[in-house]
């Protein structure tokens, strides 16, 4: 298979991705019940999947010519059926990474671009709009109609091409899998709250994440909401009960506030007691007992188009979002709208504006999250009939929402204080929580390691549940450690709600015990991350096991006096692009760590010069921008990207501006730039959760 087979790549995260045709599917946008058994009663159809409400996936019976088949079969629902079909792709040199089309495209164009002429553009290209996404300046979600004579792959490369386009990519399918089910009903201690406690079989004595060690502090606040996004929430749950718990619940599957499970939805209700199961004397009790639950229901293969509006949805209502799903390992960059939403929600979003703190599940097939796999990457999964299948894949591997830098990712360890065998890992993970262990190529086989107590709602046959199902102790995967981390994001806000997203995060890894794991991994010898960095990181735990009680009391300690340090240093001249080693110096001996900070630049040149900058830090972590006219500039850290790294961390040493020309015409200087710096009053060894000690 070749580029040849239609000549032209799918745009996805700001670049483009060689993808071939399957062989023997194809998807079709459906609006009737009628049109799905007119695709089941074609004779050449083997298997028919429903993947949204809109869009399903069809398979050709096996055949010799099976291509010759598909796309007879597709020719003939599209012009004798009337039915929207579109081919499925495959990366190249990657089959088990495939991709499945709508009907639509996002698509942003530049601020200037009349609305007049954008209107006549998609009238040209056949495209219809859907809706404007205010948040994205000058952004749609456009639909592709008959009128473009292309599919959305070709019709997206058509008006990237175009110069008032920043970008144009087709909306997929993403199917999502949640990381674990819960698979018993028994209730012993919730080991994974505790600090230190007596060891027994198969559990560290310092297991747990301190959580019962912060409530002296705060159990959490009902002003704090924590919203589950999942498959569905037993409501009649006691453990969520209390006066104000439950708020602002919706089912985005059924359109409506009932977020209850359906058969086979066993995943929200264990993922949600573990971040805010109640203190009621009666059950379990979740990391954040006294914080507001919000529950969203959400459908496991959401369109591209759907996760903007549920991230924007969630973020007006919530101050953290615990999302314990992830898809498996394959070539899955983000759709650069959805991309973009992230990061205006986890920078400037979240129900006070201070951001959403948004936490991911790491993924449970013993992967890299971002890189690229020589050795095949193994595990099992239930087949259609429910039979066990093993999959496979190798090359290079990126899961995009867990590798945003706005997101915290959480990675599993287990009661032994080691990697959890099947957990995800690499630069991406931000810190690891408590679970249980068991191997992904085959998880009956026992591991080393205690399951995870938290709520359930494992039904019986029928549409009730059974009595005594209420709780579960051998729930896992990094779907357990992700509610984890989100209980303890709602403490520290708890304890100090005036903190922005960017800080919770910083607090959380900052404070984080470091764990270690000696041993190469089980099933690929060649993986030994369980050390750390000179940065205090592992691939395998991030910056440490979680710990609730030295992150909430950091929190607390943040809502001291601060004191605003203004610095600038002189400026120099803005090198061509082929010359950008040139680098302007301010040195910082204040040790007191950083809380905020405002960039500011003054330009002498032509108006409209533009110049691009890179702002490093001591701890070695830099932003880039954009600096597009002449005059002051000011920059906030939330309008800094991926700014992780420049706080919560001394101020000390030298801050490094670079600057170059975006082209060989411009001709410019900087007159002088300074920094503007809020910094904690008591210096940074002797504030709780300091990242100045030595990386163990």
């Given at each position: 298979?070749?580029?040849?087979?239609?000549g032209?790549?799918?745009l996805?995260?700001?670049?483009?991705?060689?993808v071939?045709?399957?062989?023997?599917?194809?998807?079709?946008?459906?609006?009737?019940?009628?049109?799905?058994?007119q695709?089941?009663?074609?004779?050449?159809?083997?298997t028919?999947?429903?993947l949204?409400?809109?869009?399903?996936?069809?398979?050709?019976?096996?055949?010799?010519?099976?291509?010759?088949?598909?796309?007879?079969?597709?020719?003939?629902?599209?012009e004798?059926?009337?039915?929207?079909?579109?081919h499925?792709?495959?990366?190249?040199?990657d089959?088990?990474?495939?991709?499945?089309?709508?009907?639509?495209?996002?698509a942003r164009?530049?601020?200037?671009?009349?609305?007049?002429?954008l209107?006549?553009?998609?009238?040209?290209?056949?495209?219809v709009?859907?809706k404007?996404y205010l948040?994205?300046?000058?952004?749609?979600?456009?639909?592709v109609?008959?009128?473009?004579?292309a599919?959305?792959?070709?019709?997206?490369m058509?008006?990237?091409?175009?110069?008032?386009?920043?970008y144009?990519?087709?909306?997929?399918?993403?199917?999502?899998?949640?990381?674990?089910?819960?698979?018993?009903?028994?209730?012993?201690?919730q080991?994974?709250?505790a600090?230190?406690?007596?060891?027994?079989?198969?559990?560290?004595?310092?297991?747990?994440?301190?959580?019962?060690?912060?409530?002296e502090v705060?159990?959490?606040?009902?002003?704090?909401?924590?919203?589950v996004?999942?498959?569905?929430?037993?409501?009649?749950?006691?453990?969520?009960?209390?006066?104000?718990k439950v708020v602002?619940?919706?089912?985005?599957?059924?359109d409506?506030?009932?977020?209850?499970?359906?058969?086979?939805?066993y995943?929200?209700t264990?993922?949600?007691?573990?971040?805010?199961?109640?203190?009621?004397?009666?059950?379990?009790?979740?990391?954040?007992?006294?914080?507001?639950?919000?529950?969203?229901?959400?459908p496991?293969?959401?369109?591209?188009?759907?996760m903007?509006?549920?991230?924007q949805?969630?973020?007006?209502?919530?101050?953290?979002?615990?999302?314990?799903?992830?898809?498996p390992?394959?070539?899955?960059?983000?759709?650069?709208?959805?991309?973009?939403t992230?990061t205006?929600?986890?920078?400037?979003?979240?129900?006070?504006?201070?951001?959403?703190?948004?936490?991911?599940?790491?993924?449970?097939?013993?992967a890299?999250?971002?890189?690229?796999?020589?050795e095949?990457?193994?595990?099992?999964?239930?087949?259609?009939?429910?039979?066990?299948?093993?999959?496979?894949?190798?090359?290079?591997?990126?899961?995009?929402?867990q590798a945003?830098a706005g997101?915290?990712?959480?990675?599993?360890?287990?009661?032994?204080?080691?990697?959890a065998?099947?957990?995800?890992?690499?630069?991406?993970?931000?810190?690891?929580?408590p679970?249980?262990?068991?191997d992904?190529?085959?998880p009956?086989?026992?591991?080393?390691?205690?399951?995870?107590?938290t709520?359930?709602?494992?039904?019986?046959?029928?549409?009730?549940?059974?009595?005594?199902?209420?709780y579960?102790?051998s729930?896992?995967?990094?779907?357990?450690?992700?509610?984890?981390?989100?209980?303890?994001?709602?403490?520290?806000?708890?304890?100090?709600p005036?903190?922005?997203a960017?800080?919770?995060?910083?607090i959380?890894?900052?404070?984080a015990?470091?764990?270690?794991?000696?041993d190469?991994?089980?099933l690929?010898?060649?993986?030994?991350?369980?050390?750390?960095?000179?940065?205090?990181?592992?691939?395998?735990f991030?910056?440490?096991?979680?710990?609730?009680?030295?992150?909430?009391?950091?929190?607390?300690?943040?809502?001291?006096?601060?004191?605003?340090?203004?610095?600038?240093?002189?400026?120099?001249?803005?090198?061509?692009?082929?010359?950008?080693?040139?680098?302007?110096?301010l040195?910082?001996s204040?040790?007191?760590?950083v809380?905020?900070?405002?960039?500011?630049?003054?330009?002498?040149?032509r108006?409209?010069?533009?110049?691009?900058v890179?702002?490093?830090?001591?701890?070695?972590?830099a932003?880039a921008?954009d600096?597009a006219?002449?005059?002051?500039?000011?920059?906030?850290?939330?309008?800094?990207?991926?700014?992780?790294g420049?706080t919560?961390?001394?101020?000390?040493?030298?801050w490094?501006?670079?600057?170059v020309a975006?082209?060989?015409?411009?001709?410019?200087?900087?007159?002088?730039?300074?920094l503007?710096l809020?910094l904690?009053?008591?210096?940074?060894?002797?504030?709780?959760?300091?990242?100045s000690?030595?990386?163990?």
């Amino acid at each position: 298979m070749s580029l040849e087979d239609h000549g032209y790549p799918l745009l996805r995260g700001g670049g483009e991705i060689p993808v071939g045709r399957t062989p023997e599917s194809f998807t079709c946008v459906v609006r009737r019940p009628a049109e799905v058994e007119q695709l089941q009663a074609a004779p050449e159809i083997g298997t028919v999947e429903r993947l949204t409400r809109t869009v399903v996936r069809a398979s050709v019976i096996p055949a010799v010519d099976v291509e010759d088949l598909r796309d007879a079969t597709m020719r003939s629902l599209r012009e004798d059926g009337g039915l929207i079909v579109h081919h499925e792709y495959q990366r190249l040199g990657d089959p088990a990474t495939t991709y499945q089309l709508t009907d639509e495209l996002i698509a942003r164009f530049r601020p200037d671009v009349p609305t007049a002429r954008l209107a006549t553009r998609f009238d040209e290209a056949g495209l219809v709009v859907k809706k404007a996404y205010l948040d994205l300046e000058n952004a749609y979600l456009l639909r592709v109609t008959d009128q473009a004579a292309a599919n959305p792959l070709k019709v997206a490369m058509r008006l990237a091409d175009h110069a008032d386009t920043i970008y144009a990519e087709p909306v997929l399918v993403n199917s999502f899998a949640p990381a674990s089910l819960p698979t018993d009903d028994r209730f012993p201690h919730q080991w994974h709250l505790a600090g230190r406690r007596e060891p027994g079989p198969d559990i560290a004595p310092d297991a747990g994440i301190s959580a019962v060690q912060a409530w002296e502090v705060t159990k959490g606040s009902r002003d704090i909401v924590v919203a589950v996004l999942d498959d569905g929430f037993d409501l009649r749950h006691p453990d969520f009960g209390g006066d104000g718990k439950v708020v602002d619940p919706v089912d985005f599957v059924g359109d409506d506030d009932n977020p209850a499970p359906e058969d086979g939805d066993y995943h929200g209700t264990p993922c949600a007691g573990l971040a805010i199961a109640e203190e009621n004397g009666y059950g379990c009790v979740g990391v954040a007992p006294g914080c507001a639950f919000m529950p969203v229901r959400i459908p496991f293969k959401p369109h591209d188009s759907w996760m903007i509006e549920l991230f924007q949805y969630v973020s007006l209502r919530a101050h953290v979002a615990s999302c314990s799903w992830s898809l498996p390992p394959g070539f899955h960059p983000l759709n650069r709208a959805v991309a973009e939403t992230l990061t205006r929600v986890t920078s400037r979003g979240g129900r006070d504006g201070r951001g959403l703190v948004v936490v991911f599940a790491a993924g449970n097939f013993d992967a890299p999250i971002t890189g690229r796999c020589d050795e095949p990457v193994r595990w099992s999964e239930l087949g259609v009939m429910g039979a066990p299948r093993m999959r496979s894949q190798l090359g290079q591997l990126v899961s995009g929402l867990q590798a945003h830098a706005g997101v915290i990712t959480v990675s599993a360890c287990t009661s032994l204080n080691r990697k959890a065998l099947y957990s995800n890992w690499g630069a991406e993970v931000a810190v690891a929580a408590p679970s249980n262990n068991r191997d992904p190529t085959a998880p009956t086989n026992p591991l080393p390691g205690r399951g995870i107590t938290t709520t359930d709602n494992e039904p019986p046959v029928g549409s009730d549940y059974q009595p005594g199902k209420r709780y579960t102790d051998s729930f896992g995967g990094t779907s357990a450690a992700c509610p984890q981390v989100a209980g303890v994001a709602a403490l520290v806000k708890s304890a100090n709600p005036l903190l922005r997203a960017r800080d919770v995060k910083a607090i959380i890894q900052a404070t984080a015990t470091k764990i270690s794991d000696p041993d190469a991994d089980a099933l690929y010898p060649a993986n030994a991350f369980g050390t750390y960095d000179a940065d205090g990181h592992s691939p395998w735990f991030g910056y440490g096991k979680v710990d609730a009680d030295a992150a909430v009391r950091a929190a607390a300690a943040r809502a001291s006096a601060r004191t605003v340090v203004e610095l600038t240093a002189p400026g120099f001249r803005v090198p061509a692009p082929e010359d950008a080693g040139i680098a302007g110096v301010l040195p910082v001996s204040d040790t007191r760590v950083v809380a905020d900070l405002e960039l500011a630049i003054e330009l002498d040149g032509r108006p409209g010069a533009g110049v691009r900058v890179l702002l490093t830090g001591p701890a070695r972590a830099a932003v880039a921008l954009d600096v597009a006219r002449a005059g002051r500039t000011t920059f906030a850290l939330e309008d800094l990207v991926a700014p992780g790294g420049l706080t919560g961390r001394p101020a000390a040493g030298d801050w490094l501006l670079r600057a170059v020309a975006a082209s060989d015409d411009t001709s410019c200087a900087i007159r002088r730039w300074g920094l503007r710096l809020t910094l904690f009053d008591e210096p940074a060894d002797q504030r709780p959760g300091s990242v100045s000690e030595p990386a163990q």
